[in-house]
């Protein structure tokens, strides 16, 4: 489970976020490329967060139910 203490610096402000664990495998950049792009060292971070896109939110549903370690969060998740 991503860690909300550990969010990549550039993570924007809001539920959705990429904690220090990324791996810089791209899973979620190729799964939700309007949501997520890499920094200069290739790890994710969440670059953009629209609350009523439900698009949106079903790319980034899918980014992180795929990634490999768990390093995408989502701070409104109930579970």
Request: net charge negative; aromatic share 8%; glycine share 4%.
């Given at each position: 489970?991503?860690?909300?203490?550990?969010?990549?610096?550039?993570?924007?402000?809001?539920?959705?976020?990429?904690?220090?664990?990324?791996i810089?495998?791209?899973?979620?950049?190729?799964?939700?490329?309007?949501?997520?792009?890499?920094?200069?060292?290739?790890?994710?971070?969440?670059?953009?967060?629209?609350?009523?896109?439900p698009?949106?939110?079903?790319?980034?549903?899918?980014?992180?139910?795929?990634?490999?370690?768990?390093?995408?969060?989502?701070?409104?998740?109930?579970?």
């Amino acid at each position: 489970m991503a860690d909300t203490n550990s969010r990549h610096p550039l993570n924007v402000l809001g539920p959705w976020f990429v904690d220090d664990e990324c791996i810089n495998c791209s899973v979620c950049t190729e799964a939700a490329p309007d949501v997520f792009d890499r920094d200069e060292d290739g790890y994710a971070y969440v670059k953009q967060y629209l609350a009523d896109d439900p698009e949106q939110a079903e790319s980034f549903l899918e980014a992180l139910e795929d990634c490999p370690v768990e390093a995408i969060g989502d701070t409104e998740d109930p579970s």
